[in-house]
């Protein structure tokens, strides 16, 4: 652990079947006025939206809702929220559903007390918080992005065609309370499953494939790549494995509540690379990261390779006798590829409604970085190319 850190994440989680009896007594926390977020259709269809209504009336509060947020969040949604915000003097963002939803609110907390261009100033500029902060609270109704624990906002801007990542200071933006009940997850679409679980095991490797010091933190990410795959395949046989899904959540959430990056260099290219996949196709965040992962970690696995050998030992076994260090870390990115396709994802990005001509309209927007290597227009565009 040889860089410096101060961690202190506020999130309370209330966790299990029970989670949302802590409801109530959360909402005495704060002022009558709440203002309900939630997506398109899924709380309605699952009977959730009439509970949370019940508790809401209960506790005697006056509700305002913004329903219809996307998938892949829009900046007009934050503004519309923004709006009724001010309008009607709200207390409390509760967001209900998944981290579309959770991103969008606290994109609309930081946004509704700001003067000038919000998205110019929270989520081009990456400026600091200058205004007024509306507490964000979540019921969590889908494992994978971990915004019900941290402080991260994805909101694509539909004019700009940018997907920009927001990662707000703590602990301002982190949610003041989570409830999650992975039973809520049940009736997730199998494809949204498997988006979150990728997007979760994404996160890990994101964190995980950088710096070559000692550090506890790796071994903490690796211990949770191994429940999860471990779960997920569980969860295959069964989306109603009580075990597996609440494994899968909680993975989730470690999984970048930041605490097992504490002390770590990371990387998150393939974040951004997938960040502007998303502003040109809208396809669901976890599907964009598993078609770029493979062809990602085959173009800087040699820049990181003792790693990258750790990698396949530790988390896919490969037995490594007889073999070089590059054949064992590519047989290492061969069999997440694998389990990529047991997941049943798509592997190419022409199955999400990439076009050839969008390519390099992709490879120019995406936000550089890398952890192994530095990327530039070129390589992410090599990338690209690779698994078109
Ligand atoms: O809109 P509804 O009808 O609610 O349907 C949603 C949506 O279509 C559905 N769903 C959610 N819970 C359900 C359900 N359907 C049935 N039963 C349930 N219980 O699932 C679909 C996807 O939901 P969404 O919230 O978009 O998924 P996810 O949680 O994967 O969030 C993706 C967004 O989070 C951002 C992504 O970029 C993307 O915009 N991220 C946020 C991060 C953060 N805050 O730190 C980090 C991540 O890396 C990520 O970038
Ligand atoms: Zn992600």
């Known amino acids: 652990m040889i860089y410096d850190f101060t961690y202190q994440n506020p999130t309370r989680i209330h966790f299990g079947k029970t989670a949302l009896e802590h409801l109530s007594e959360e909402l005495k926390n704060f002022g009558s006025n709440i203002l309900l977020v939630y997506g398109k259709n899924s709380i309605k269809a699952t009977g959730l939206y009439d509970k949370i209504m019940g508790i809401l009336n209960e506790c005697g509060k006056k509700v305002t809702e913004l329903a219809g947020i996307n998938s892949n969040p829009r900046y007009s949604q934050v503004m519309a929220g923004a709006k009724l915000v001010r309008e009607n003097n709200i207390d409390l963002i509760l967001a209900v559903g998944g981290g579309s939803v959770v991103d969008c609110s606290k994109g609309i907390a930081a946004a509704a007390y700001y003067e000038g261009d919000a998205w110019k100033h929270y989520w081009e500029e990456q400026c600091p918080i200058e205004n007024k902060i509306v507490p964000v609270a979540s019921v969590l109704t889908m ?34 309370f989570s409830i999650l009940n992975p039973e809520l997850t049940y009736t997730v679409p199998k494809i949204q499953m498997v988006s979150g679980i990728f997007d979760t095991f994404s ?23 191994l429940s999860l795959i471990n779960a997920s395949r569980k969860a295959l046989v069964n989306q109603h494995d009580y075990e597996a899904r609440s494994n899968i959540m909680w993975c989730a959430t470690m999984g970048l509540n930041k605490i097992l990056a ?29 078609i770029v992962s ?11 390779l003792p790693k990258f050998v750790r990698y396949a030992k530790n988390i896919w076994k490969v037995d490594g006798t007889g073999m070089s260090d590059e054949q064992i870390a590519l047989e290492g990115i061969n069999r997440l590829e694998a389990f990529i396709a047991e997941l049943g994802i798509p592997q190419t990005l022409r199955e999400v409604g990439t076009t050839e001509e969008m390519l390099p309209l992709i490879a120019k927007s995406t936000v550089k970085g890398g952890g192994y290597k530095k990327m530039d227009s070129e390589d992410v565009l090599a990338v690209l190319k690779e698994c078109f």
């Open 143 to 176: 494992a994978g992005t971990a915004s019900e624990m941290n402080t991260g906002s994805v909101i694509t801007n539909e004019e700009k065609m940018l997907k920009l990542g927001r990662v707000f200071p703590f602990p301002e933006l982190c949610p003041k």
């Open 294 to 304: 493979p062809a990602y970690y085959r173009y800087i696995y040699r820049y990181g």
């Open 203 to 225: 996160h890990l490797m994101e964190q995980y494939f950088s710096g070559d010091d000692d550090c506890t933190s790796d071994y903490l990410l690796e211990a949770v790549m």
């Open 262 to 290: 504490l002390s770590k260099t990371q990387d998150w290219e393939v974040h951004m690379i997938e960040h502007q996949i998303g502003a040109y196709t809208d396809c669901p965040h976890g599907v964009g990261l598993a």
